[in-house]
């Protein structure tokens, strides 16, 4: 993909990095409270923002139920910006006040990463970031952590549209609270640049096929992944919600929950054994999490099953 000029973020410090969608290997629970003292286990409950169907322009195969809209905390004070939609819910840590979650990206891309980028900053973190693209391909990544407290937000976007494999749009982030162990980035500075030719998307955008729901964002070399019984996609799978290359999905659990992760579990296999499912309940969901795998290659289950409402699944994924 030719390099175009760079665009870093507008409204807080950044240096610009070199890595187009190099994301990475998904961390573990953190320990410690968010900013704003939300908790990401009920910080999309009652305070969802509705969608309709009419707000999702070309993305005619997903339905708004399962999305929530901007306006929706995701916890520790950020929240669902303009353009993006959250799949699914925020998928808390299974100690303390850490999360992760997978938006889905109707708008501009780099508007949408500025203004998480923008949210983080205000809570005082900042470090390394950027973007580069074409007009197939547009990819962000940021490292921001709050030098005093070590609490930290990782961004991964991406907007790819390729008629033989399919279409990405989404961003994933990943929440580390204050007293995490993550280190610290140099904050820099870097001039405005120019922005980004706009990747056009189809419409209407076509759902991944089940059989390889994940092709548009997997690495090819790899196996293919599908739905489990029991589960349906929520949005588009979309970069790993986690620091380093991957990518992620949001299934919603329709069957016996425990059940479907299993199925998901013996799926990575590949990746190697698996512990059993851990579970935490708090307030009132219950959070499972299980880590597959323990080298490079390496997966993360983790699953919200409210007392009262409908349960969800996010997938992230590191090939190695």
Do not use: K
Request: aromatic share 4%; proline share 10%.
């Amino acid at each position: 993909m030719p390099r175009l000029p760079r665009r870093s973020p507008r409204r807080w410090p950044a240096v610009v990095v070199a890595a187009l969608l190099v994301l990475g290997a998904c961390s573990g629970d953190g320990d410690g409270e968010g900013s704003a003292g939300t908790d990401p286990a009920d910080a999309s409950g009652g305070d969802r923002v509705a969608v309709s169907a009419a707000d999702l322009g070309p993305f005619t195969e997903v339905d708004p139920d399962d999305l929530a809209g901007p306006g929706t905390p995701l916890g520790a004070g950020l929240s669902v910006p303009e353009g993006a939609f959250l799949q699914g819910t925020t998928f808390p840590d299974l100690v303390g006040g850490g999360y992760r979650a997978l938006l889905l990206v109707t708008g501009d891309t780099v508007a949408v990463f500025d203004a998480l980028a923008g949210q983080a900053s205000s809570l005082g973190m900042e470090g390394d970031a950027g973007c580069l693209g074409g007009l197939a391909e547009i990819g962000c990544e940021a490292e921001l952590v709050d030098g005093s407290d070590g609490e930290s937000l990782h961004l991964s976007a991406v907007r790819r549209v390729n008629p033989l494999i399919g279409v990405a749009s989404g961003v994933g982030l990943l929440y580390r609270p204050p007293g995490s162990d993550d280190g610290g980035a140099d904050p820099g500075g870097t001039p405005p640049t120019s922005p980004l030719p706009e990747v056009v998307l189809p419409d209407p955008v076509p759902a991944p096929p089940p059989e390889d729901v994940a092709l548009a964002v997997r690495n090819l070399e790899g196996p293919a992944r599908r739905l489990e019984l029991g589960s349906s996609l929520v949005g588009l799978p979309g970069p790993c919600a986690c620091a380093g290359g991957g990518w992620s999905m949001v299934v919603r659990l329709d069957g016996v929950e425990r059940d479907v992760l299993h199925g998901y579990v013996r799926q990575l296999s590949d990746l190697g054994e698996a512990p059993d499912l851990e579970d935490r309940h708090r307030d009132d969901v219950t959070v499972l999490g299980v880590r597959v795998g323990e080298g490079a290659a390496t997966a993360e289950i983790r699953a919200t099953v409210p007392d009262d409402g409908q349960a969800y699944a996010i997938i992230t994924v590191r090939p190695g």
